[in-house]
């Protein structure tokens, strides 16, 4: 085999991202959410987020939206306990600055606000002995800038998508 013809792929080759330090957070998330989507890495809404934490399964990250002020007191609630929840496991939150910019990047077309959107560790097996330790996960280094905007204990920093 001739060694011209050898490409080296990344995790980057396979979810589309490549190493872009100059994107804003908003971009930076967008492409981190549009390529968990394609890899279907994304639990989208309250109710499918909690399912997935409540099965004990392994989280990058939760992306919650903004305080509204049309929000009900329930759904205010339950985001107050999905960010306690997340604080107490060690998941990381970065909230948004608007449910519609959110919803129309994902191509949700729900009138009902997400809430949330989990987004899953990437290569997690699903099925794997949770006492069995492994490796770290292999994350994108768009994954990881995003990743570095949260600290522990702090208010979940907002990042402003773009408006395309």
């Not at 392994?58 to 339950?78: I, M, N, R």
């Not at 608007?98 to 099925?127: H, I, N, Q, T």
């Given at each position: 085999?001739c060694?011209?013809s050898?490409?080296?792929?990344?995790?980057e080759?396979?979810?589309g991202?490549?190493?872009?330090?100059?994107?804003?957070?908003?971009?930076?998330?967008?492409?981190v959410?549009?390529?968990?989507?394609?890899e279907?890495?994304?639990?989208?809404?309250?109710p499918?987020?909690?399912?997935h934490?409540?099965?004990?399964?392994?989280?990058?990250?939760?992306?919650?939206?903004g305080?509204?002020?049309?929000?009900?007191?329930?759904?205010?609630?339950?985001a107050?306990?999905?960010r306690?929840?997340?604080?107490?496991h060690?998941?990381?939150?970065?909230e948004?600055?608007?449910?519609?910019?959110l919803?129309?990047?994902?191509?949700?077309?729900?009138?009902e606000?997400?809430?949330?959107?989990?987004?899953r560790?990437?290569?997690?097996?699903?099925f794997?002995?949770?006492?069995?330790?492994?490796?770290?996960?292999?994350?994108?280094?768009?994954e990881?800038?995003?990743?570095?905007?949260?600290?522990?204990?702090?208010?979940?920093?907002?990042?402003r998508?773009?408006d395309k």
């Amino acid at each position: 085999m001739c060694k011209d013809s050898v490409v080296a792929l990344t995790s980057e080759s396979f979810s589309g991202l490549a190493d872009k330090s100059c994107m804003s957070p908003g971009q930076c998330l967008s492409s981190v959410l549009l390529a968990a989507l394609a890899e279907r890495r994304l639990a989208v809404g309250l109710p499918a987020a909690v399912r997935h934490l409540r099965a004990g399964r392994e989280a990058l990250f939760v992306v919650t939206v903004g305080a509204s002020p049309s929000a009900d007191s329930a759904t205010h609630l339950l985001a107050v306990l999905l960010r306690a929840f997340c604080a107490e496991h060690h998941i990381r939150v970065l909230e948004v600055d608007s449910d519609c910019k959110l919803k129309r990047l994902l191509g949700v077309s729900s009138c009902e606000p997400l809430g949330c959107v989990l987004v899953r560790s990437p290569y997690a097996d699903p099925f794997r002995d949770l006492s069995v330790s492994v490796p770290p996960l292999c994350v994108s280094p768009a994954e990881r800038s995003l990743l570095a905007l949260c600290t522990e204990g702090a208010a979940p920093p907002l990042v402003r998508l773009p408006d395309k």
